[in-house]
């Protein structure tokens, strides 16, 4: 079974501070592929990035970067310099489809960035 | 370019009662997923439709069924409403791309 664990209820950052949220994901499929998603209060999911199991670079988008560690795995999401605008829920999820297929959800992570 | 539309916003059910929420996905999406998040929890995939078949379910009773038009939008139904069932209804579209959601509905049973 899949299963994605987000230890992290909620955080805490003044602004331009750097965070990372955790993501520590299950699964016994050799192929799959990992996401996270941003919740600002009107609900609508928006995607952020999607990681394939066979490609562990680290990526980086502006103020954003994850680290993919498979040995760990792990799939951790930093915001560098945080905004007020960062402010939402965080959520990692999990597939074994790159698209189009169920998605397992962690539970998400609060963040508030305060000013 | 509409994205995924949801209606309606809000709904208000008794316990005991059946609901039918829509969606109109993004425009050239031919499959649909519902989820349900609960307050304070991750979404949870309830199933898929994909020319108008169910293509893939989760782990929810069959009082949660639904459907797909010609047009690919689709309706969730819920019969005899429990309290538990309180909680945000979120479609996702998608054709060979990643998921796009909608608003979601919120789903208040009293």
């Known amino acids: 079974a899949q299963k994605v664990t987000q230890a992290q209820t909620e955080i805490s950052v003044v602004e331009k501070e750097d965070v990372t949220l955790d993501c520590v994901y299950e699964?016994?499929?050799?192929?799959?592929?990992l996401f996270w998603y941003k919740q600002p209060p009107s609900g609508e999911l928006v995607f952020l990035i999607r990681?394939?199991?066979?490609?562990?670079q680290n990526e980086i988008s502006g103020r954003y970067s994850w680290n993919f560690q498979k040995s760990t795995s792990s799939f951790n999401f930093t915001i560098t310099a945080s905004q007020v605008v960062d402010s939402a829920v965080y959520f990692c999820?999990?597939?074994?489809?790159?698209?189009?297929?169920?998605?397992?959800f962690g539970a998400g992570t609060i963040l508030r960035v305060k000013s | 370019d509409a994205g995924v539309t949801q209606s309606p916003t809000h709904l208000i059910k008794t316990r005991g009662q059946q609901v039918t929420l829509r969606c109109s996905p993004k425009?050239?999406?031919?499959?649909v997923s519902w989820y349900q998040q609960a307050l304070g929890q991750g979404p949870q995939f309830i199933f898929q439709?994909?020319?108008?078949?169910?293509?893939q379910r989760g782990n929810f009773p069959d009082r949660f069924s639904g459907h797909q038009f010609p047009n690919y939008s689709s309706e969730l139904n819920v019969n005899a409403l429990l309290l538990g069932d309180s909680a945000l209804y979120l479609c996702?579209?998608?054709?060979?791309?990643?998921?796009?959601f909608g608003p979601g509905t919120r789903l208040t049973v009293t």
């Open positions: 996702a579209s998608s054709v060979i791309s990643e998921q796009y």
């Open positions: 699964t016994r499929d050799t192929t799959y592929y």
């Open positions: 990681r394939n199991s066979f490609d562990e």
């Open positions: 999820a999990l597939s074994y489809m790159e698209y189009g297929n169920k998605l397992v």
């Open positions: 425009s050239g999406h031919d499959t």
């Open positions: 439709y994909y020319e108008e078949e169910e293509r």
